[in-house]
């Protein structure tokens, strides 16, 4: 299974997914902002950040249905500084 794609029950509701961008910034650039988009039919509980790593928790999701969760952060207040600041992460919503 790729690294950014997740299998999830469609009844857990403390399923936590996250987007490390360590090795993405460079010396000195410190995330100051970020975007979690969640499509329809799967639930953002809730989202943080530690340091580079934002985490996002998810709930519900049809079964059988697949969902991609995207983050876009801004580096020292500058959306992306020249790179791609997004990244997402693919949920399967299957019975466990």
């Avoid at 509701?13 to 090795?23: L, P």
């Avoid at 039919?41 to 340091?51: A, N, P, R």
């Avoid at 991609?68 to 207040?77: D, F, M, R």
Wanted: net charge negative.
């Amino acid at each position: 299974m790729d690294s950014n794609v997740f299998e999830k029950d469609p009844a857990e509701n403390k399923f936590d997914c996250f987007f490390d961008w360590t090795d993405w910034l460079e010396v000195g650039e410190s995330i100051t902002a970020y975007t979690i988009t969640v499509p329809t039919g799967i639930t953002k509980v809730s989202d943080s950040i530690s340091g580079s790593v934002v985490a996002v928790r998810l709930a519900g999701g049809e079964l059988e249905h697949n969902y991609a969760v995207k983050c876009q952060v801004e580096i020292n207040g500058v959306v992306g500084a020249d790179r791609d600041p997004v990244r997402r992460i693919f949920i399967k919503v299957l019975e466990k």
